[in-house]
C-alpha cells in the first residue's frame, strides 16, 4: 500500500502512520515512561505501536490453524524440510508440549495484550486537550486498544480456552495469575467489544478504507463479535448463532459503515486493497517497511525456491523463495482419486470447474494477476531470451507440480509411480499444488510487497450469516447469500450450475458448507476453527488417522509457559 506520508492532526486518521512507521521494540520501552508523552504525535505514535506487534503476530496463528488442518501441507522435499518431524507432528495432531509454535502464539499474544494495557491505562490517565484531540479522538484511541486487545484475547481462547485474564498493565492486582475459566474470557472479550464499539469511527462511504486502513471502526468490532458468536458452542457450549446472524446482518445492512463484496476474487489481496470495500480490517503492509504476511510463515513460501526465475523478483526486499506449503493431495502417487470427505482442497475447487481461480497465477502486467494456485511445469524466458523451465531447489529434475505427495522426481507429470505409499516423509519438489494469495509481483511493477495483510473481509460476514441461516433450516437463505459472493468465481454462463439452488443447481447443506468455507477462505488462516465447529478436526484426512480423543481440540501450554508460571496446569490430555 502506497501512501503520501505527513502528519494529520485528526487522530482518526493517524493509523497511516502505523504502515509506515517502522515503530522498532526500543521505542515502546520509551512509552512505558512518564515522560514520554510530550505531544500529539507521541500519543499517535504510543497507541499505535501495539498494531504493529499484532501484525507481526498473525504469522503464528496462521502455522498453527493451517498446519493442523485438512488443506495445507508442509511435506518433506528430499533434503528439505523434514525439520526433526514437526510439521508431519502438526499435521497429525501428534504436536508436543515442546513444540513452539504453540509457544509463539501464546506469548505474542500476551505480549500484544500488555501493549495494549498499557496504552489503554496511560490515556485514561491523561487529558485529550492537553494533546490537542477532541474527547471523541480520544476515546476512539482507547477503543482501538480494547478491541485490539479483546482480538488477541479471541486468539488465545481458540488455541488454549484454558488462559490467565490480564487487564492492567501497572496493577498486577488486577490479572489472575492462573488460569479462569473460558467463560471468564469470553465474556470479557463480548463486553469490551460492546463497550469499544459506539467510540469507534463508521465507515461512512464507498471507496476503501483509504489512509484508515489498519484501524479499528465500528464495523470490524461488530465482526470480532460475529467471530466471537459463531464459535461460542465451541469455546462455552452455549449456541450464539442468534446474536452471530444479529450483528453480521446489521453489518450488511450498513449499520456499522459502508462495504460492498469486491468483483474480483483476489481484489481484498491486491496491492492497492485500501481502496476495496470488501475490506472491513486489514494490517497495513509496504515494501519498504513492514510486510509480515509475506514472510516465509505466511505467502512467501508457498511458491517453488527458485520461483524468483519465473516472478521475475529477485530484487525483493523478503529474499529467496521456498518451497515449504503445498496443497494437501487428492491423487496418491499412482495417480488414484482418494475418497477422504476431508482435504483434497484442489478436487473441493474442480467440483466447480469452471472456477476463474483454478488458473494458473501470472502476472500479467501493470500491477494485475489472475489465478490463484501453481501447478504443471512453469516456464519463463531466462536471461538470454529462451524458454526455460523452473527446476527443484537442487536444480536436478524440471519441476511439475502435480495434486499428489510422492518422490516423482523428474517424472513427466503424465506419469505415475508403481506405488500407492504417500505420507509427508514420501515428498518431494514435484509433490503438491503450490499457491498465491497475494501477488507476487515482479520487480518492474510498484504493487511488490505493497498489499495490506486483510484480516477481516466481507465475505467472512456473509458466509458467517449464511452458516447461522443453514444450521437454523433456511438453506435458501443461506443459498442466496453464498451465491452474492461465489458468482464472481465463474463465468456468467455457468451460473445455472455453478451457484447453489435455486438460483442454480449446486446443492447447499453442511457438508458443502465446510467445503466452501475452505475455498473461499483458503489459506488465509482458519481453516481449524471452521473444522472444529463442523465436528471435523478430530476426523482422518490424508497421512492422518482420527484421533484418539479430543484433547487435540485446543494447544498444549509449553513447558517454559508452565515454567515460568507455577500457578498454570496444563491443558488437560497433555
Known amino acids: 500500500m502506497r501512501r503520501t506520508m505527513k502528519y494529520m492532526a485528526g487522530a482518526l486518521v493517524a493509523a497511516s502512520l502505523v504502515g509506515c512507521t517502522n515503530l522498532d521494540e526500543n521505542l515502546y520501552d520509551q512509552v512505558a515512561s512518564q515522560n514520554y508523552y510530550n505531544t500529539k504525535s507521541d500519543v499517535i505514535r504510543a497507541v499505535f505501536r501495539p498494531f504493529e506487534h499484532a501484525f507481526w503476530s498473525v504469522q503464528s496463528r496462521h502455522v498453527l490453524n493451517e498446519e493442523s488442518a485438512d488443506q495445507l501441507i508442509t511435506p518433506t522435499r528430499e533434503d528439505w524440510w523434514d525439520d526433526g518431524g514437526r510439521w508431519a507432528r502438526m499435521h497429525r495432531h501428534e504436536w508436543l508440549t515442546t513444540n513452539g509454535e504453540a509457544q509463539t502464539e501464546y506469548n505474542g499474544c500476551f505480549q500484544g495484550i500488555m501493549q495494549a494495557n498499557l496504552v489503554i491505562e496511560d490515556l485514561e490517565q491523561r487529558s485529550a486537550a492537553k494533546f490537542g484531540f477532541s474527547d471523541a479522538e480520544f476515546k476512539n484511541l482507547k477503543a482501538q ?38 467463560r471468564k474470557v469470553y465474556d470479557f472479550i463480548e463486553s469490551e ?146 475418497t477422504y470427505e476431508l482435504g483434497m482442497p484442489i478436487e473441493r475447487f474442480k467440483q466447480y470447474p469452471s472456477d476463474v481461480r483454478l488458473k494458473m497465477y501470472t502476472n500479467l502486467g501493470n500491477n494485475r494477476r489472475e489465478g490463484l ?67 507476487l509481483y515482479s520487480d518492474d511493477e510498484s504493487g511488490q510487497l505493497e498489499a495490506d495483510y486483510c484480516e477481516i473481509r466481507l465475505p467472512e460476514i456473509i458466509y458467517s450469516l449464511a452458516e447461522c441461516k443453514l444450521r437454523s433450516g433456511d438453506a435458501t437463505t443461506a443459498a442466496q447469500l453464498l451465491n452474492s459472493v ?80 507455577r500457578s498454570l496446569k496444563q491443558n488437560p490430555g497433555y
Request: aromatic letters at 14%.
Open 145 to 182: 486498544n480494547r478491541v485490539l486487545r479483546a482480538w488477541f484475547y479471541l486468539r488465545l481462547l481458540d488455541a488454549f480456552r484454558n488462559i490467565p485474564l490480564a487487564v492492567s498493565y501497572y496493577d498486577t492486582s488486577k490479572n489472575s495469575t492462573g488460569q479462569v475459566e473460558p
Open 373 to 439: 494456485f501453481i501447478f504443471g511445469k512453469i516456464s519463463y524466458t531466462d536471461d538470454k531470451g529462451q524458454t526455460a523451465y523452473l527446476k527443484d531447489h537442487n536444480g536436478r529434475y524440471t519441476l511439475d507440480l502435480r495434486d499428489a505427495v510422492g518422490k516423482f522426481g523428474g517424472t513427466d507429470g503424465n506419469k505415475w509411480l508403481a506405488t500407492s505409499e504417500s505420507r509427508l516423509e514420501d515428498g518431494d519438489d514435484n509433490s503438491g499444488w503450490m499457491f498465491a494469495k497475494y501477488p
Open 193 to 338: 467489544l460492546k463497550a469499544a464499539l459506539p467510540e469507534l469511527t463508521r465507515k461512512t462511504s464507498l471507496g476503501g478504507n483509504q489512509a484508515a486502513q489498519g484501524q479499528w471502526t465500528q464495523a470490524s468490532a461488530a465482526a470480532l463479535l460475529v467471530r466471537l458468536y459463531l464459535n461460542a458452542k465451541v469455546y462455552i457450549g452455549e449456541d450464539h448463532y442468534t446474536e452471530c446472524a444479529q450483528y453480521a446482518q446489521d453489518i450488511l445492512d450498513g449499520k456499522y459503515g459502508s462495504y460492498k463484496v469486491a468483483d474480483r476474487w483476489d481484489a481484498a489481496f491486491d496491492w492497492d486493497n485500501q481502496t476495496s470495500d470488501e475490506v472491513i480490517f486489514a494490517f497495513p503492509g509496504s515494501a519498504g517497511r513492514t510486510h509480515w504476511h509475506y514472510n516465509g510463515d505466511m505467502f512467501w513460501w508457498s511458491v517453488p525456491s527458485k520461483a524468483s526465475d519465473w516472478l521475475k523478483d529477485t530484487k525483493n526486499k523478503v529474499g529467496t523463495h521456498n518451497i515449504k506449503y503445498s496443497a494437501s493431495p487428492s491423487y496418491n502417487p499412482k495417480g488414484e482419486k482418494y
Open 486 to 565: 461465489r458468482k464472481r468465481n465463474y463465468p456468467s454462463a455457468d451460473w445455472s450450475t455453478a451457484l447453489y439452488a435455486p438460483e442454480g443447481t449446486a446443492q447447499l447443506d453442511l457438508k458443502e458448507m465446510l467445503a466452501e468455507w475452505g475455498r473461499e477462505f483458503f489459506a488465509e488462516g482458519r481453516r481449524r476453527i471452521d473444522l472444529i465447529r463442523f465436528g471435523k478436526f478430530l476426523d482422518a484426512w490424508w497421512d492422518k488417522k482420527a484421533d484418539a480423543d479430543s484433547h487435540t481440540l485446543i494447544f498444549p501450554l509449553h513447558r517454559d509457559i508452565l515454567g515460568a508460571n
